[in-house]
Structures are given as structure tokens and as C-alpha cells.
T-cell receptor, first 115, second 109 residues
Framework: DSGVTQTPKHLITATGQRVTLRCSPRSGDLSVYWYQQSLDQGLQFLIQYYNGEERAKGNILERFSAQQFPDLHSELNLSSLELGDSALYFC??????????????FGPGTRLTVL | GQQLNQSPQSMFIQEGEDVSMNCTSSSIFNTWLWYKQDPGEGPVLLIALYKAGELTSNGRLTAQFGITRKDSFLNISASIPSDVGIYFCVSFGNEKLTFGTGTRLTIIP
């Protein structure tokens, strides 16, 4: 158990819909990262927040957005969903804010299925 | 998005065998990380490398940051059943984090 929690564990929805994925970082961690893992694209970094502010951006689509709240939990919003958005979405957290120089602890993931 | 060339894609070995996998790229990186993902779980950091030529061990695992800064390898000695999973290399450079395509390790009984 990494100490990072993600809800829900599974989500099934239809094309065109909007969903929100939630992540609670490990106690004391200020940084939250979101990743997408799909069969054809592998694991891709989407976005990072540090202490409430966006710190780094990866391959995040414009239809996706994220935020980190004052209590440091984070939400990833996915809208106008397409079949290709079906994937495992991971959240990770770390104590500090550098993208590569801090060990990231991954949550168990949310499996999104778009029908 | 850009991905690293990680090989092999999959490996089928017997318990006790040594394992070797590597990642290469045409770009130069400042950091190489190796993660392992167990079935149904998120990745876990195994080894982090920050300097060209650096060789680091973590138990039965050994990883090296290539001298050219364009590659890295991971070796696992005397494999055991719990080594099963997917191993990812991750590189960092130009403020970008890039993941390898993964090496799936299966241990044949």
C-alpha cells in the first residue's frame, strides 16, 4: 500500500460524457501527478500539481483538466469522452515538486471504460 | 507522445536465471529511473540514476546510466517468482518525463 488513494476503482461511462477522478496523496506529500496507461500508448505523464499550483504539463488533452485543492487532494476531469480515452489512470504523489528528483508513490489506479 | 525504445518487450525465463533489459533513445537525458509494475497495481520505483556512467544496485537489481546519456540497462540476478511484472524505464530531460514501452517478465515454473 503506497498511501495514495484513488476513487473510484472502476468507472464505466458512455462517449460524450464527463467524469471526475479523485486522488488523495500520501500524508505530507505536496506534489500530485496524473498518468494515463493504455494498451497502445503505454504509460504517459499527463500533468503535475505542487501545493495547489500546476507545475508541469505532459501529454494532456485539452478535453482533460485537473486541479489540486487546499487539502492537497486532486481531481482529474475528463470531458467529451471518446472510446480511446478508455485506460487506467494513475495518480502519484511525492514530497517535493521536481518531476524527476523525487520518488513518486503511485496509487492503485482508476480503470475507465468508455462504451 | 515520445517513448523510449525498451527491449525486450517480453521475457520468459526460469526461476534462478539472470535477466537483462535496456532502454535506448536518440536524445540525451539527465535522469534514468526504473520502475516495476505488479499486475493490478501502480508502478513502484526500483532504482534512480542521476549521473552518466553511474552504476547502482538495489538487492538483486543493478542498473546503469549509459556514458552517452542515451541509454540505460537493468539487470536482475537469480530471478524469483515475485520478480514477475512489467518493468519500465523512465527518462527525464528538457523538463519532460518519458516512459519506455515496458518489458513484461514472466517466470516459467
Amino acid at each position: 500500500d503506497s498511501g495514495v488513494t484513488q476513487t473510484p476503482k472502476h468507472l464505466i461511462t458512455a462517449t460524450g460524457q464527463r467524469v471526475t477522478l479523485r486522488c488523495s496523496p500520501r500524508s505530507g506529500d505536496l506534489s500530485v501527478y496524473w498518468y494515463q496507461q493504455s494498451l497502445d500508448q503505454g504509460l504517459q505523464f499527463l500533468i503535475q500539481y505542487y501545493n495547489g499550483e500546476e507545475r508541469a504539463k505532459g501529454n494532456i488533452l485539452e478535453r482533460f483538466s485537473a486541479q489540486q485543492f487546499p487539502d492537497l487532494h486532486s481531481e482529474l476531469n475528463l470531458s467529451s469522452l471518446e472510446l480511446g480515452d478508455s485506460a487506467l489512470y494513475f495518480c502519484a504523489s511525492s514530497v517535493e515538486g521536481h518531476l524527476a528528483y523525487n520518488e513518486q508513490f503511485f496509487g492503485p489506479g482508476t480503470r475507465l471504460t468508455v462504451l | 507522445g515520445q517513448q523510449l525504445n525498451q527491449s525486450p518487450q517480453s521475457m520468459f525465463i526460469q526461476e534462478g536465471e539472470d535477466v537483462s533489459m535496456n532502454c535506448t533513445s536518440s536524445s540525451i537525458f539527465n535522469t534514468w529511473l526504473w520502475y516495476k509494475q505488479d499486475p493490478g497495481e501502480g508502478p513502484v520505483l526500483l532504482i534512480a540514476l542521476y549521473k552518466a556512467g553511474e552504476l547502482t544496485s538495489n538487492g538483486r537489481l543493478t542498473a546503469q546510466f549509459g556514458i552517452t546519456r542515451k541509454d540505460s540497462f537493468l539487470n536482475i540476478s537469480a530471478s524469483i517468482p515475485s520478480d514477475v511484472g512489467i518493468y519500465f524505464c523512465v527518462s527525464f530531460g528538457n523538463e519532460k518525463l518519458t516512459f519506455g514501452t515496458g518489458t513484461r517478465l514472466t517466470i516459467i515454473p
